[in-house]
């Protein structure tokens, strides 16, 4: 009976000194992991068709998910507070639970990133080519009595393809041509741009003073 209740505890011990070395080894395993984590890869299923599938092979980041939200503001055409929804946030926690989906404050910190590394790729451009351009002013009032500009550039590349860059959305004092010429001049030399072909606003008077305005700068 000795004997056997000698063995029982032998087991058990070595039974406990197994589980320790278990333990041992993943707390190490997790602290070489937390040195050096690793971005975790996921592998959805892509159909070519549907006879046949395809593997392929994507990271999750954080920061390019949040540029496609900002993205996708820009090109729909949504208001900020459109990530703010619970419609929204719902679908976006579906597609990536691991997402921690951004409020407005950050989207628009975000979008003014964006904007900035745009239009430093866009005057990079424009300068290096030395890019002749026709230019457009669209000018309108607001219910609340403010005056706007849209000032876009129209351009063909080396390839015969035909461009359009809004280069300036702002306020303005009035819808004068010399008004207009002058915050098209300004917007010229912050773009670096010195090569005008045409300049086209939204009315005639304003067009010729414009234009005569451009030209004195």
Same mark, same amino acid.
């Given at each position: 009976?000795?004997?056997?209740? %000698?063995?029982?505890?032998?087991? /058990?011990?070595?039974?406990? /000194? &197994?589980?320790?070395?278990?333990?041992?080894?993943?707390?190490?395993?997790?602290?070489?992991?937390?040195? $050096?984590?690793? =971005?975790?890869?996921?592998?959805?299923?892509?159909?070519?068709?549907?006879?046949? @599938?395809?593997?392929?092979?994507?990271?999750?980041? =954080? $920061?390019?998910?949040?540029?496609?939200?900002?993205?996708?503001?820009?090109? !729909?055409?949504? =208001?900020?507070?459109?990530?703010? @929804?619970?419609?929204?946030?719902?679908?976006?926690?579906? &597609?990536? =639970?691991?997402? /921690?989906?951004?409020?407005?404050?950050?989207? %628009?910190?975000?979008?003014? $990133?964006?904007?900035?590394?745009?239009?430093?790729?866009?005057?990079?451009?424009?300068? +290096?080519?030395?890019?002749?351009?026709?230019?457009? +002013?669209?000018?309108?009032?607001?219910?609340?009595?403010?005056?706007?500009?849209?000032?876009? +550039?129209?351009?063909?590349?080396?390839?015969?393809?035909?461009?359009?860059?809004?280069?300036? &959305?702002?306020?303005?004092?009035? !819808?004068?041509?010399?008004?207009?010429?002058?915050?098209? +001049?300004?917007?010229?030399?912050?773009?670096?741009? !010195?090569?005008?072909?045409?300049?086209?606003?939204?009315?005639?008077?304003?067009? !010729?003073?414009?234009?005569?305005?451009? /030209?004195? $700068?």
């Amino acid at each position: 009976m000795k004997i056997q209740l %000698e063995l029982q505890v032998t087991h /058990q011990l070595m039974h406990l /000194q &197994f589980l320790m070395g278990r333990i041992l080894s993943s707390l190490q395993m997790m602290k070489r992991c937390h040195k $050096k984590p690793k =971005p975790m890869i996921l592998l959805p299923l892509k159909k070519k068709s549907e006879q046949e @599938g395809k593997l392929i092979a994507t990271s999750y980041c =954080p $920061k390019k998910c949040r540029e496609a939200i900002v993205r996708y503001i820009i090109l !729909d055409e949504q =208001p900020f507070r459109v990530v703010v @929804g619970e419609g929204f946030r719902d679908m976006l926690r579906v &597609f990536e =639970p691991r997402l /921690q989906v951004p409020y407005r404050v950050t989207i %628009e910190r975000d979008f003014l $990133k964006l904007y900035k590394k745009e239009k430093i790729k866009l005057k990079d451009y424009l300068v +290096a080519n030395r890019q002749r351009v026709s230019l457009t +002013a669209d000018t309108w009032s607001s219910h609340q009595n403010l005056n706007y500009m849209c000032l876009t +550039a129209h351009y063909i590349d080396v390839q015969w393809r035909l461009h359009k860059k809004i280069l300036n &959305f702002r306020t303005i004092v009035n !819808d004068k041509g010399d008004t207009i010429g002058r915050a098209i +001049a300004t917007c010229l030399l912050e773009w670096g741009i !010195d090569k005008v072909l045409t300049v086209t606003v939204d009315n005639a008077t304003s067009n !010729d003073h414009a234009g005569t305005c451009c /030209q004195t $700068k």
